[in-house]
């Protein structure tokens, strides 16, 4: 059945795309590409003079305008980081007028008064619980060596929780890693974070944009229950070969970009983007951070990616790409952890002629494995084998929108590990989802409504899940907006660590596991049948944002996940799951359970930007539950409050100098605290067990009440200093000086249970860096 409707939707864009060339007024429609470098510009705003006919361009530079009465008009392209440009357009019934602009690079800064791309967004678009970040937005943030970085602009953005500098995760908004999906050019990333907090697999110079999706997000993403973050990467130079080639005490990172045919006017291009950057810390602190850790800091990773792009003169394009990411740290005396993500893919772009309905879509296939070795303990492994792919339609219609399309994802887990009992625990899933969607975008005077619509099948479940969306905003005043978001929300994988960790350094995966029990007690002492094991949850996100002057802006937004539904692993286990204790209580024998609970909170934002000036102060204040059948309690990444305090400011004749600074403090997160020790007696043999005369060598744990302790609360002071010299036409140098916790804060990072040793998260660090960009 869900095949039959999936042709449908495709079969419905096919004819949508053939009726719309006949139907309506007369459409403009273009390409808009930055002239250096044959680049798109993306966010740039495109109306007509006189007119409320105006759009931005969307991710491939690309913009249209529908239902236009036919006339002669001039037609007009601006933005902050170009030059003005303008074109004398004929409009006729029936027709569609292509019109492409290269956009020079503006010379001079743009006065406060001038309307900024952000703020052309925020009045014509819901924009709800979402944060774009661009290149330029991440060199704001003090970098860790020098080294700019996409994680370390995530861990200030208002609902992110970060665990720290090692072995460091990201929660978004009462989520865990594995309910916030990360897509790279509309592949799944399982892992896109380093075991060392501060870097990301994701090189920041072939970054094009990411869009942060913290909650109430829209029916064109499914399979996931908290967050979506979406980054585009760059097509590559379509006009000069150029680069970058960085180095600092952390490591080295070099990217190239070029044509393999060059962009000319009215025909098509090839060009390429190739980056690898690759840590040796656990070298060179041997050298240079001694005072840390004579045996150095632990952390080695390398990522490398490439990408070919083929463009027409038309627009469309077709891009091809590979990557190979890796992390191996070594804990002394704690662990080995060690993971591989290794895929590849290709994603399109189609202008049909004749029609106003853009058409894109991706193909990807990946693999993911990650290593776990402990002292005293058995290893743990898990892998997934995925593939996906998507085809999306969009057609402009004046200021409403129309989206629709089906996407698709097959992945294998693999997993093993050991349970509460030390018994061995294996297994292998195949399953496959299926998704279909349709969003419109409604505007109407001061209202802007978002209803969307996705249908979700996940095959190893036989389940079928509708999932009504919805976003809106409303243009009370000039300066004032009101906004507000929500849905229901599903997803099948899980994660397959345990939260009685101090540090979860293990990340692996399972889906949709048999092994839970049949029936849930609720909160109010009800049982409730389990039919499946997919986890739900409903968002409700209300909020508004308000103008205090041109240059000043306050964005503040409360939010409600109603996590109906969640899968853990079973920290109650007592028995194993065999005959021999078929009488035992589910939940106290089964390797995972059924959890319910809620995240809520405020975040506010209030931004402040003004040329070479820049000021982001953002609190966040939420409150994680979970209910596991027996207790409320506060997962480890329940932080009630978190402050980020961000300025940049560049100075000099030039406004050649940058200094940015950043202020981090989060308050205690919770853990289970260690009551007392035992020696333990294994049952593993069922009740013939002789328990009597058993003498183990290993010590038992007796834990106090679950995550009833708080750690000390976290915080540190950043400073990055940075210089940039131009020595050629087209070479300019970055040097780069700072210091990561300037007051060498001992926040605390690891806790041996047995021993009581404290391990801190990184001191004092200063650094250095220099960057050659071409």
């Not at 970060?162 to 890693?177: E, F, K, N, V, W």
Request: no cysteine; hydrophobic share 35%; net charge neutral.
């Amino acid at each position: 059945m869900l095949k039959e409707i999936g042709l449908k939707v495709f079969v419905l864009g096919l004819l949508l795309t053939a009726v719309t060339t006949v139907f309506g007024q007369g459409t403009v429609r273009g390409t808009v590409r930055n002239s250096d470098s044959g680049e798109p510009a993306i966010f740039v705003n495109v109306y007509l003079k006189g007119t409320n006919y105006g759009v931005t361009t969307d991710l491939q530079g690309f913009y249209t305008l529908t239902k236009i009465p036919p006339g002669t008009y001039t037609l007009i392209v601006s933005s902050v980081e170009f030059e003005e440009s303008r074109k004398e357009v004929t409009v006729e019934e029936g027709r569609i007028l292509t019109a492409d602009f290269s956009l020079k690079i503006a010379t001079v800064q743009l006065g406060g008064a001038e309307i900024t791309t952000d703020k052309h967004e925020q009045t014509t678009q819901s924009r709800v619980s979402v944060a774009t970040i661009r290149p330029q937005d991440i060199k704001k943030i003090p970098s860790f060596g020098g080294q700019a970085d996409l994680v370390q602009v995530l861990q200030v953005l208002p609902g992110f929780v970060s665990t720290g500098d090692q072995g460091g995760q990201l929660y978004i908004r009462g989520g865990s890693p594995v309910q916030n999906k990360v897509l790279l050019d509309g592949m799944v990333v399982y892992n896109a974070f380093h075991s060392i907090g501060l870097f990301s697999v994701f090189d920041t110079d072939i970054i094009s944009n990411a869009d942060v999706y913290t909650g109430g997000f829209g029916a064109e993403f499914g399979g996931r229950v908290s967050s979506i973050m979406n980054v585009t990467t760059k097509d590559g130079n379509k006009k000069r070969i150029g680069g970058n080639v960085g180095l600092s005490p952390f490591g080295a990172k070099v990217m190239l970009e070029g044509p393999l045919k060059k962009l000319k006017e009215g025909q098509g291009s090839i060009s390429y983007v190739l980056s690898a950057k690759t840590s040796y810390l656990e070298e060179s602190s041997k050298l240079i951070y001694k005072y840390i850790d004579e045996d150095g800091l632990p952390f080695n990773y390398t990522d490398l990616y490439g990408k070919v792009t083929l463009a027409s003169r038309t627009g469309s394009k077709v891009s091809l790409f590979g990557f190979n990411f890796s992390d191996d740290v070594k804990y002394q005396a704690l662990s080995n952890l060690n993971w591989k993500n290794t895929g590849g893919g290709a994603k399109f772009y189609v202008v049909p002629q004749g029609s106003p309905v853009l058409i894109s879509g991706n193909f990807s296939t990946s693999k993911y494995q990650i290593n776990l070795e402990e002292e005293n303990l058995e290893p743990r492994f898990s892998g997934v084998q995925s593939s996906n792919f998507g085809l999306d339609f969009k057609y402009s219609i004046k200021d409403d929108e129309l989206l629709y399309g089906i996407q698709g994802l097959t992945f294998k887990t693999s997993y093993e590990t050991f349970n509460a009992l030390g018994i061995h625990v294996s297994q292998e899933e195949n399953t496959t989802e299926f998704g279909f969607y349709v969003k419109y975008k409604l505007t109407h005077g001061k209202l802007i409504v978002e209803p969307s619509i996705r249908g979700q099948y996940y095959g190893s479940l036989s389940v079928f899940s509708p999932e009504p969306r919805i976003a809106a905003k409303f243009k009370a005043t000039e300066r004032l907006r009101l906004k507000l978001a929500g849905g229901i929300y599903t997803q099948n994988l899980i994660a397959a660590n345990s939260d009685r960790d101090v540090v979860n350094l293990f990340y692996g995966f399972l889906a949709g596991p048999e092994n839970i029990q049949d029936d849930f007690v609720t909160p109010n002492g009800e049982v409730r049948e389990v039919k499946n094991p997919l986890q739900r949850a409903n968002h409700a996100i209300f909020g508004f944002e308000f103008d205090i002057t041109e240059k000043i802006n306050l964005n503040v937004e409360g939010y409600y996940k109603d996590f109906r539904q969640v899968t853990n692993t079973n920290r109650n286990k007592l028995f194993p799951d065999n005959s021999d204790y078929a009488d035992v209580d589910d939940a106290l024998k089964k390797d995972f359970i059924i959890e319910s609970g809620n995240a809520k909170g405020v975040d506010v934002v209030l931004k402040y930007e003004e040329k070479f000036t820049y000021i982001w102060i953002v609190y966040s204040l939420g409150d994680v539950d979970r209910w596991d059948g027996f207790q409320w309690y506060d997962p480890v990444f329940d932080r009630r409050h978190n402050v980020n305090l961000v300025a940049s400011q560049a100075f000099g004749k030039n406004h050649d100098w940058e200094i940015n600074a950043r202020w981090n403090f989060g308050s205690g997160l919770p853990f289970t605290q260690t009551q007392g020790f035992y020696q333990p007696v294994s049952i593993s043999g069922g009740i013939g067990s002789d328990y009597l005369n058993q003498n183990p060598d290993e010590l038992g744990i007796t834990y106090a009440e679950l995550n009833k302790g708080r750690l000390p609360a976290y915080h540190r002071l950043d400073v990055n200093l940075r210089k940039t010299m131009k020595i050629g036409e087209n070479i300019k140098m970055e040097i780069n000086a700072g210091v990561t916790n300037v007051y060498s804060r001992a926040n605390v990072f690891y806790v041996n249970r047995v021993t009581n040793e404290v391990v801190n998260q990184l001191p004092f660090m200063p650094s250095i860096g220099v960057e050659m960009r071409f």
